[in-house]
């Protein structure tokens, strides 16, 4: 599954020209409207949470969810729940940084043992396992994907469900790109990677209004 996986992700820009790193990423040390990235990807997690999962962006194969729950000068784009190719179209108005994991994880409590230390530790021990990272912005590939990855410190991750759930300690590692506001107009964008017990691969149609 991991090499037939990463075999799709490269597909997803084997037809279009491989560039120096895409000048639309932000660097990941660079804060965005107020917050370090780090702290965008916990906004990240608390908003993929907000939902129930038939209702999740994360779920949706079309991108008719895209829109739902975003405010302020970020947007997010969901990963996916399997390991098959997705593929949305998004509508974002102009003027917006895009937030997206290649692939990520979040560790939450299972009993009443909850430690913040320990789940920060096995968050980042899962994902130093990474085998596989792709970006991809019309053509142009980010180079060195792997330095773009964020850790988070403990946090309440269930802080924006409907009705409240409070899911602490909860800590999450992974590899996040913040795009800088694109042109109006349409833009293909791939994104994906491979950790040994999961993998995504996704592509978005992003129209620029």
């Not at 038939?54 to 000068?73: H, L, M, V, Y």
């Amino acid at each position: 599954m991991r090499s037939s996986l990463a075999a799709v992700i490269a597909a997803l820009v084997a037809s279009g020209p491989c560039a120096a790193e895409a000048p639309v990423a932000v660097p990941p040390d660079q804060p965005v409207a107020g917050l370090t990235q780090a702290a965008w990807s916990q906004a990240w997690w608390q908003w993929a949470a907000s939902f129930d999962r038939r209702d999740s962006p994360i779920a949706d194969e079309t991108g008719e969810r895209c829109a739902s729950r975003q405010q302020g000068d970020v947007w997010f784009l969901a990963g996916t729940y399997g390991t098959a190719r997705t593929i949305r179209k998004c509508v974002v108005p102009r003027g917006k940084f895009l937030f997206f994991p290649l692939i990520n994880y979040v560790v939450m409590p299972r009993d009443d043992r909850a430690n913040c230390f320990a789940f920060i530790a096995e968050a980042a021990r899962i994902t130093d396992a990474v085998s596989y990272l792709i970006v991809d912005l019309d053509g142009r590939r980010l180079e060195h994907p792997e330095a773009y990855r964020q850790a988070t410190q403990c946090f309440d991750v269930g802080s924006l469900a409907r009705p409240t759930a409070r899911i602490y300690p909860s800590a999450a590692n992974g590899y996040y790109v913040m795009l800088r506001p694109l042109e109006p107009g349409t833009h293909e964008l791939n994104f994906g990677g491979v950790l040994p017990s999961m993998r995504q691969a996704v592509t978005y149609a992003l129209v620029v209004e």
